[in-house]
């Protein structure tokens, strides 16, 4: 008997396992809760605190870049440029720059103004100043490299922050003149963004590169503590390539043991030189960090010791339910297995009070288990049969409303609640020019312009909201072309079996139809233009008339025709010619609608013709010192067209190339004598020889996108801020004169820099003059 194993009852053991397994499982698990609450709890601060202090760096990084973008556009103001260039001191008080003293001003704690020499504008200084000036950082950054300089964060004495800023003074052709340094107050700069609190003691601090505390909103800088720790997570943010980070450190420079921080370098736009690397700091008291942690570990210890108590309930009557039940089959198998079964099928249990019903019906289901399984054989034959015809059903309406899906006339996309694309049909695939691979999974925000997102945003937050179609009106969308399509967007919410709800994205292409629309507007617009134009240019044509008229009288008498008054007289006359010659061209252009410009038509030489277009301009040339070279002709020509016209188209040109030289720039003028393969893609608009007329400068040259419409009506540069940009009607009247002549006019850049005009005119046969008559 002693080599025989210890046997327990069953009704014993299972309280026993059931209450041993929930004192184990409970321990497990509390122990677990406390450590995942505790880690979740750190992940989750944690990544907030990073994302605070990015959010933080960012907004500190768009002041400065702010402050700087102003200090820059102070330097490029005309009265500073002027400043440097006479060394005069910049008078504030100028009504040019009331906005920027009203705006700025009050950040500013200093302001110079230093020249190429290290002189300080408006101010008597020693050699010893310019040295002084010259030796600082921040002087080859701005004077060589022609770059803003941002320099370190400092305190004086009264606990006051600045911050020193140097930009260069640029002439137009981007030379450093001088320099501008600033020091801005940056006390006010920082209050809205470092005071910031995250619960009861957590807020966001200013570092530098070595862990120091700059700015603090609780702290004075000189309390804060340095910490190795905190000097590490600095620097690991300033490595990594996000820029920010979050950490258990043991010190956070409050003097407390342990806490989470995150960190966040401050960047500044790349053309700015950065002297020094700032962060931003979030952190806050461990104790009210992990003080939910704590107060869960003691609820979720009360709730295990109560927990315990049920359990062990619980297993002692489920040992009674499962046990007696146990006894009273053993029993009735017992009693089968002596007896027959019809004698056995009538016994009771002895001692059960009751008759349990599953016990009493398990042996007559033995001999109906056969049967039912047998019959369920075939049900689920028959059953198998028809889910396999309903989902050949299913696979062929799914097909069907696929093939509808992707050949829909819109296209079409179904995003999730947060604007996630899910798919997009064929449509929208060949409107976005990408494939639908490369759609899904993204945001549908970002298939629109920047400034059509928050709309976008706004409308789909409404319909996830309300549960009805909505209208946005139209947007624009580009595409992988570079192309820009005008849509007209309706959102529609699905809501799936599941209970999910999606939306789908309608998109009409109205490009076609929003073009349409702005022709007309824009021919309705010109119509109003010419009609201006033409009363304007029919009133003041009389008054020029006399003008003219009062010059020739002048010009017959004797004693003004000799000395400079005489030549005065000629350039007056040659002026008002020209001013009446542009006069009556504006009115044909306009009453010709653009079209039949009437010519007068004489013979000239073409040399001459801008041999009076380089003496027209030479004065302001002069005054600019800008020199206009016109070479001789390899052979004189004499062409037959409207010479007062030409000359227009001439004076146009030059006019152009004199705004865009620089100091020092030579402007060719030059004719010769071409067989028209120098024409754009060599097709010459006739045979024969042609007059090539070219103006050349020496300025910043053309942009290439925009070369095509150059000569278009009223076309314009895209820099509003250019004050030399005109109203794109001298170039349009270039072309239309010499396109009347049956020429070519096209422009170009200059392989060494600077921009080339060509005009190319016809030539008859005995038009051509080689003689030296």
Not at 15 to 20: A, D, E, F, N, Y
Not at 96 to 105: F, H, K, M, Y
Not at 530 to 557: C, V, W, Y
Not at 694 to 719: C, N, Q, T, Y
């Amino acid at each position: 008997m002693a080599g025989l194993p210890k046997q327990i009852s069953l009704q014993s053991s299972i309280p026993l396992s059931v209450l041993l397994i929930g004192v184990l499982t409970g321990s497990l698990g509390l122990g677990y809760a406390y450590w995942h609450a505790k880690h979740t709890r750190s992940a989750t601060i944690g990544l907030y605190f990073q994302e605070l202090a990015r959010h933080s760096a960012g907004k500190v990084g768009l002041v400065l870049a702010k402050e700087i973008e102003w200090v820059q556009r102070l330097s490029a103001l005309p009265q500073v440029q002027q400043a440097v260039r006479q060394g005069t001191g910049l008078v504030l008080d100028a009504p040019e720059l009331q906005q920027w003293r009203e705006e700025q001003s009050q950040y500013f704690r200093s302001l110079a103004i230093i020249d190429r020499t290290g002189r300080l504008v408006g101010s008597a200084t020693s050699e010893t100043t310019r040295a002084y000036y010259a030796q600082q950082s921040w002087w080859p950054i701005v004077f060589q490299q022609g770059r803003a300089w941002a320099g370190d964060l400092r305190v004086d004495e009264q606990g006051h922050g600045y911050w020193e800023v140097a930009v260069p003074i640029s002439d137009n052709s981007g030379s450093a003149l001088g320099a501008l340094k600033v020091a801005i107050r940056t006390d006010e700069l920082f209050t809205s963004i470092l005071h910031t609190r995250i619960g009861q003691t957590g807020h966001v601090m200013l570092l530098d590169e070595e862990g120091r505390v700059l700015v603090c909103p609780l702290l004075p800088p000189a309390l804060h503590t340095k910490t190795d720790a905190l000097l590490g997570t600095v620097r690991r943010a300033a490595q990594t390539g996000q820029g920010a980070v979050w950490a258990e450190v043991r010190g956070d420079s409050h003097s407390s043991r342990a806490g989470i921080v995150g960190v966040s370098r401050v960047a500044l736009p790349s053309p700015i030189e950065q002297e020094r690397v700032w962060h931003i700091l979030v952190r806050q008291d461990p104790q009210e960090i992990y003080g939910p942690a704590i107060s869960l570990m003691w609820k979720l210890a009360g709730f295990w010791l109560g927990a315990i108590g049920l359990v062990a309930l619980f297993g002692a009557k489920l040992a009674q339910h499962i046990v007696l039940p146990l006894e009273a089959l053993v029993e009735r198998v017992r009693a089968i297995g002596e007896s027959s079964p019809d004698r056995a099928r009538g016994r009771r249990p002895h001692g059960l009070g009751v008759k349990i019903r599953e016990i009493e019906a398990l042996a007559a289901s033995f001999d109906r288990l056969t049967e039912r399984l047998q019959a369920a054989s075939l049900e689920t034959r028959q059953y198998v049969g028809q889910l396999e015809r309903a989902n050949r059903d299913l696979a062929d309406s799914e097909e069907h409303y696929r093939t509808i899906w992707n050949h829909a006339m819109d296209a079409k996309l179904i995003v999730d609640v947060s604007g996630t694309i899910k798919t997009v049909n064929r449509r929208a695939e060949m409107k976005l020019g990408q494939q639908a691979d490369a759609v899904i999974g993204t945001a549908a925000a970002d298939l629109f312009v920047d400034q059509d997102r928050p709309s976008f945003r706004q409308l789909l937050q409404s319909v996830v909201a309300t549960g009805k179609e909505r209208t946005a009106g139209r947007m624009r969308v580009p595409t992988a072309a570079g192309a820009t399509l005008t849509v007209e967007l309706d959102m529609v919410p699905i809501e799936k079996t599941a209970g999910e709800t999606e939306i789908l994205l309608q998109l009409s292409d109205v490009t076609e139809k929003q073009q349409l629309a702005d022709q007309l507007l824009r021919s309705e617009r010109l119509a109003s233009l010419s009609q201006f134009a033409s009363m304007f240019a029919h009133d003041i044509r009389n008054p020029l008339a006399g003008i003219k008229k009062t010059l020739e009288l002048l010009a017959h008498r004797s004693e003004l025709r000799e000395g400079p008054v005489g030549r005065f007289l000629e350039d007056l006359q040659f002026t008002t010619d020209l001013l009446l010659g542009m006069i009556n061209d504006m009115l044909d252009v306009y009453q010709e609608s653009y079209s039949g410009l009437p010519l007068v038509a004489s013979r000239f030489r073409a040399h001459d013709l801008l041999q009076k277009v380089a003496h027209l301009f030479k004065s302001e040339a002069d005054a600019r010192g800008v020199s206009i070279r016109l070479q001789p002709p390899d052979e004189p020509v004499t062409i037959t067209g409207d010479q007062r016209r030409l000359q227009r188209v001439g004076i146009n040109l030059v006019h152009n190339a004199l705004k865009y030289s620089p100091p020092h720039g030579v402007i060719t003028l030059s004719t010769r004598l071409t067989d028209g393969t120098e024409l754009p893609d060599g097709k010459a608009p006739s045979s024969g020889p042609f007059l090539l007329l070219r103006v050349e400068d020496e300025g910043p040259g053309l942009d290439p996108a925009e070369l095509p419409h150059l000569f278009e009506m009223f076309f314009r540069k895209k820099d509003g801020h250019d004050l030399r940009i005109g109203r794109g009607l001298g170039l349009h009247f270039c072309r239309l004169v010499v396109e009347a002549h049956g020429g070519r006019i096209w422009a170009r850049n200059r392989p060494t820099g600077g921009a080339e005009f060509s005009v190319a005119l016809p030539l008859a046969g005995e038009e051509r003059c080689r003689s030296d008559s």
